[in-house]
Every structure is written in structure tokens, then in C-alpha cells.
């Protein structure tokens, strides 16, 4: 029996150490991984609001996802009478915003490279912003967003909300 210890030692040893390597190697793959799934988020309470679909979270610049929506000078016609739709709608989004805890997951970057977010209030699971504006009239799909908003959107016109008030369709680019 004392000649099989020092024999099966080294041996047990070495399988210790295959195992040991192969369990590191294993435990960076999933790492890696992770880091690759692992969505990014921007959180923090907002401190200005550029646009109807431009506002700033936690000290960074984001453009709400799948949005088009006026500039804050943009003036649309009811009728003969011109409004201020752009400004109404930047309003409306301050409003909602208001002094709640915001968290935008990213959703890529804009050509210029500024944060793309799809924007909760209170937090992920709250109520979805970006949703908001386009079921209150105040902003519009875009190409990459319209089949995520289309009833918020189709609502929002016939109840001729928001920029839909006059029932003609915004026209801006």
C-alpha cells in the first residue's frame, strides 16, 4: 500500500491541474460572453430636455429610439394659423419627465455617435417613454421604429392628439 501512494500522486496531481486549467479557461469564455449580452444602460435623473426626443440622463446626450419629432423651433400650420408644435412638444416631454429616475437602455448610436435609448421613468419595467410621445401625438415613428409604435401612432391621430391636432399629417425632416 505505500508503494501506490507516491505512485498515484503525481498522477492525482496532474489531474487536479488539467482540471484547474480547463476550468479557468471555461470560466473567461463565459466572461466573455457575458460581456457580449450584457446590455448597456445610461440612469439618472434628467437635468435638460434639447428636444422632444433629445434629452440628457446621468450627465450624457440621448436620442430616444424609433422617434421622429420637431425641432424646438419648428413652427406646424393649423390651417391658415401657424403654432409652435416643436416648442408644445418639448414641453410635453419635460412635463412627463418631470423629476422622475430615468434608465435608457442603449440601443446603438446615432451617425453622430450620441447614445440611442429606449427610455423608462422609475427605472426599467416603468412606464416607457418613448412610447409615451408617440401615443400622445407629440413625436412620430421613424423608419426603424414605425412597426414598434404603430398603434400608439394610429391612436394619436385619430384622437388627433398632440401634433395631430389639426388631422394633417407633420411634415418636417
Known sequence: MRHILPTRLPLFCLALFIALVTASGTKAEAVQSAEVIQV???????????????????????????????????????????????????????????????????????????????????????????????AQGWALTDALGAERYVSEETSARAGRLGLWRNGVEPSWD
Open 40 to 134: 448597456t444602460e445610461i440612469s439618472g435623473k434628467q437635468t435638460r430636455v434639447f428636444g422632444p426626443a433629445a434629452i440628457e440622463v446621468g450627465g450624457s446626450l440621448v436620442h430616444l429610439e424609433g422617434l421622429r419629432a420637431p425641432t424646438n423651433d419648428q413652427i406646424c400650420s393649423e390651417g391658415p394659423v401657424p403654432w409652435t408644435c416643436g416648442r408644445d412638444a418639448r414641453w410635453a416631454t419635460l412635463n412627463r419627465v418631470g423629476n422622475h429616475w430615468i434608465t435608457c437602455l442603449d440601443r446603438g448610436r446615432t451617425s453622430d455617435g450620441a447614445f440611442l435609448g429606449l427610455c423608462y421613468l422609475g427605472g426599467v419595467g416603468g412606464p416607457e417613454l418613448n412610447g409615451w410621445l408617440v
